[in-house]
């Protein structure tokens, strides 16, 4: 199998049938074996009987049924674990990315990339959509040092290596940029169609940013202190114990030197405080050291691009 789509859909009725249609078209003119793989991310209309008159008539489909919602992370990793072709494409189901752009996603894989990402552009939603996502990615970029446009544009091509060694949960699948940049996978992105949804509604909110931005967080910690939290819980800790020893040791002058009385003083609890904080960041730093160097010694901290022998 040369190429896997995975596409998850959640109360996407109405799209499924001419996004079908659109992508064995585009995946025709290609000429490569070809599977496309729908995840019933729960939905409550009549999205899987869609899905089962497909399965039915093309049997390049195959579908997956979740129980209940359990979001895009989910449904793409169950999609990348059911995938059998060495390229993945991903794509949303709500006719907004258009198949036709698979084949430039291609060539630039082609070109030695290993995960090619979309950039809507120009993208056609509302201000209440784009404007909170610009500022997201923008904060993205800076924080992540990526150069990527939009981050969150499902529309992505890589290779199989890539989705084996990044795991999504929550709300991550909007950083697999990240991810895959973490672990030494060359990147690049390139502009897409971008169309108005003709169907459905909209599964984007308010509280879907707030998520995100949650998960960038677990994100920039992953990527910089997964294998050394102390360097992270450390510096807090240290700046906490200095402070307060500092505050302790001017008070101790006052009292031991000017003999001068500092029960009743506000910073003696304040110092004795920080250099509580900090012994505790200290130690908490030092337990997650050794969760992670247990964890360790089952997982590969390295990425291998290729090996001659």
């Not at 039915?56 to 992370?73: E, L, M, Q, S, Y």
């Not at 990044?166 to 996978?185: D, K, S």
Request: aromatic share 12%; hydrophobic share 45%; proline share 4%.
């Amino acid at each position: 199998m040369s190429l896997s789509i995975v596409i998850p859909a959640y109360n996407e009725e109405g799209s499924l049938q001419e996004l079908h249609a659109k992508l064995v078209e585009s995946l025709t003119e290609i000429g490569q074996e070809y599977e496309i793989i729908f995840v019933d991310d729960g939905s409550s209309d009549g999205t899987f009987s869609a899905l089962e008159k497909l399965h039915t008539t093309d049997p390049n489909v195959k579908v997956i049924r979740f129980r209940r919602n359990f979001g895009k992370a989910a449904a793409l990793t169950a999609g990348f674990r059911a995938a059998q072709g060495e390229i993945i494409v991903t794509m949303d189901a709500d006719l907004q990315d258009d198949p036709v752009e698979i084949p430039r996603f291609l060539e630039k894989l082609d070109e030695g990339y290993d995960l090619v990402t979309g950039w809507k552009y120009p993208r056609l939603d509302p201000l209440s959509k784009t404007l909170p996502s610009r500022l997201a990615n923008g904060t993205v970029r800076m924080a992540a040092g990526l150069d990527i446009h939009d981050m969150n544009c499902g529309f992505k091509a890589m290779r199989r290596t890539v989705t084996e060694e990044i795991t999504l949960y929550g709300e991550l699948h909007r950083y697999i940029p990240v991810l895959a940049n973490w672990r030494g996978f060359r990147l690049a992105e390139i502009k897409v169609k971008h169309h108005p949804r003709p169907y459905g509604k909209s599964k984007y909110g308010l509280e879907r940013l707030a998520r995100g931005l949650f998960d960038f967080m677990t994100v920039f910690f992953l990527s910089r202190f997964n294998r050394r939290p102390l360097h992270f819980f450390g510096m807090f800790g240290l700046l906490a114990f200095l402070a307060g020893f500092a505050i302790d040791a001017y008070l101790a002058y006052i009292r031991l030197v000017l003999g001068i009385f500092i029960g009743h003083r506000p910073l003696l609890t304040l110092g004795t405080l920080l250099i509580t904080i900090g012994v505790q960041f200290f130690s908490f730093g030092l337990l997650a050291e050794m969760f992670t160097y247990g964890a360790m010694s089952k997982e590969r901290d390295y990425s291998i691009r290729e090996t001659l022998e």
